[in-house]
């Protein structure tokens, strides 16, 4: 790989990791407050699914929804970012 090639890349990577940054930031002005909680918890203090269901006194199944409901919003906002131009097949 040359240099401005490596340059390049670098600058999509900076670009997209931008774009990242800005999406989940208005991501999280969409969450419920429980939604925040979830996740702050998991990925900011990480607490097992186990542990935050502990310390919110809720169920565990209601964290496994909320986070994967998070990570659905979070994917659909994100596919047409990082989706992968589609090659014809004819």
């Known amino acids: 790989m040359t240099r401005k090639d490596d340059a390049t890349v670098r600058q ?5 990791g931008q774009v990242f940054r800005d999406v989940t930031r208005e991501l999280s002005h969409e969450l419920t ?3 925040r909680l979830v996740v ?3 990925y900011s203090e990480e607490l097992t699914v186990l542990e935050i269901a502990a310390v919110l006194e809720i169920a565990v199944i209601e964290v496994e929804r909320m986070l994967e409901h998070v990570a659905e919003r979070v994917r ?3 596919a047409p970012i ?4 589609s090659i014809p097949l004819n």
Do not use: G, V
Not at 12 to 16: F, K, L, P, V
Not at 82 to 85: S, V
């Open 33 to 35: 407050r429980a939604e």
């Open 40 to 42: 702050m918890l998991r």
């Open 76 to 78: 659909q906002r994100l």
């Open 12 to 16: 999509h990577t900076h670009i997209r």
């Open 82 to 85: 990082y989706a992968r131009p």
